[in-house]
């Protein structure tokens, strides 16, 4: 792990993400080599993806929390670009079928009488919830358990739980303010 350059880069400091990027180059080209067969359908062009996968990698260098030792940097890095990939592909498949792409194989999320498909949701939840609200609601509409969510986050399902909670509210008062006459 590189702290001062998670530091740095967290920090706003480009030269430290970039040399972050040129140290996990391996992990990024992984990443895309082995999403790019599922993701054709929307993406044809490697160099593409390869960006998605970047844009996750910064998302995983301004959330890492440095304070925990549990969970390395380089596997939180994994785990943000491949929910990343996931996210594409359902996207992908959303597009390509006529079928709302659901949380948990459920029948779509429901506030009030409109159904939200999974992309829609990321992007709310990215406008209206805290870091950390967002990345345990991002991995469990990602299909992770509480459980899965607090061991890779290193708290308790109980904590996972209260974020869930206002996480899921906050988004259902970001919908009421939206239709409200």
């Known amino acids: 792990m590189f702290p001062e ?16 990027c040129e140290k996990y180059k391996p992990l990024i080209e992984n990443m895309t080599d082995r999403y ?5 359908a929307i993406i044809q062009d490697k160099d593409d993806l390869r960006q998605e996968a970047t844009v996750a990698f910064y998302r995983a260098v301004t959330t890492f929390d440095m304070s925990q030792d549990k969970v390395s940097f380089g596997l939180y890095a994994k785990i943000c670009i491949r929910n990343r990939m996931v996210s594409l592909i359902r996207r992908a ?5 006529p079928k709302t792409v659901t949380a948990h ?3 779509g999320r429901r506030i009030g009488d409109r159904v939200l498909d999974f992309s829609e949701l990321l992007s709310v939840s990215e406008k209206v919830l805290s870091k950390r609200e967002g990345l345990v609601f991002s991995l469990y509409i990602g299909g992770k358990t509480y459980k899965e969510i607090s061991e890779l986050l290193h708290v308790t ?10 996480a899921k ?10 239709n409200m006459p």
Do not use: C, M, P, Q
């Not at 350059?5 to 972050?20: H, R, V």
């Not at 790019?36 to 054709?40: A, E, K, P, V």
């Not at 509210?169 to 939206?178: A, L, P, T």
């Open 36 to 40: 790019i067969t599922r993701l054709n």
């Open 105 to 107: 194989k459920e029948e």
């Open 93 to 97: 498949n959303k597009k390509s079928s």
């Open 157 to 166: 399902e109980k904590s996972v739980d209260n974020a869930l909670f206002r």
């Open 169 to 178: 509210s906050k988004i259902k008062r970001h919908y009421n303010d939206v």
């Open 5 to 20: 350059l998670i530091t740095a880069a967290k920090n706003g400091d480009e030269g430290a993400f970039s040399e972050l």
